[in-house]
């Protein structure tokens, strides 16, 4: 009798995910939407903006199909596109989307995006993983190394810093230095904060989740 309850006990604490471990895995609620606004400063003292939500139509196996849309623009004084970016994307299992791209306006969406990407595996306080993500059309490499800093299960949250090297097929690259917060729910992005560095410029970035419309 002793024997079995100390097997059954082992068992039950073999199975038990410790409380520095998390399954770094995306879900979806179909219907469900985030709305995220980007800020951009750059060193002469313009800065950029804009709102953008997401809203999961469909629950695929390997991910979900999200429509991104853009709420609103402020290009610093800049005249706004004639049409605000919005799509939608089948996003896989790194949260990116996969019909992204940065060629105009819509690279906000995708720098958004990239805040929140996420790992998809079972990660560990101070593990390190990579993430490989290249859009359909191939113009852009993103190579992003993380760090899972920390996991603060009363607030519910997971904290990541990131190196993430931007890569387009076309142009000079760029380097994101960003410091994530997750929510470990559903491990959507909760804030993000760092900068850009192209070339010899560094921009300093922020994405926060902004409250639903009702």
Not at 92 to 101: A, F, L, Q, R
Not at 139 to 160: H, M, P, Q
């Amino acid at each position: 009798m002793l024997l079995s309850t100390l097997c059954c006990a082992l068992s039950i604490f073999s199975s038990h995910v410790p409380t520095d471990q998390v399954n770094f895995h995306k879900t979806y609620v179909v219907s469900q939407k985030s709305r995220y606004s980007l800020k951009m400063r750059y060193s002469g003292g313009m800065s950029v903006s804009t709102v953008v939500y997401f809203q999961t139509k469909s629950i695929l196996p390997d991910g979900a199909l999200v429509h991104f849309e853009t709420e609103s623009m402020d290009l610093g004084g800049l005249p706004n596109p004639p049409e605000l970016p919005t799509f939608d994307s089948h996003v896989g299992p790194t949260g990116m989307p996969n019909s992204g791209d940065i060629k105009g306006p819509s690279e906000f969406i995708v720098f958004i995006a990239a805040a929140g990407m996420v790992p998809d595996k079972m990660v560990s306080v101070g593990d390190k993983f990579s993430v490989h993500w290249q859009n359909d059309s191939k113009t852009v490499l993103f190579e992003s190394d993380g760090l899972l800093e920390s996991i603060d299960k009363a607030a519910g949250t997971a904290k990541v810093s990131w190196t993430i090297t931007m890569t387009p097929s076309y142009t000079t690259g760029g380097i994101f230095h960003l410091k994530s917060v997750y929510n470990l729910a559903d491990f959507s992005l909760a804030s993000s904060e760092g900068d850009f560095a192209l070339g010899s410029n560094k921009i300093g970035l922020e994405v926060t989740r902004v409250k639903d419309k009702d």
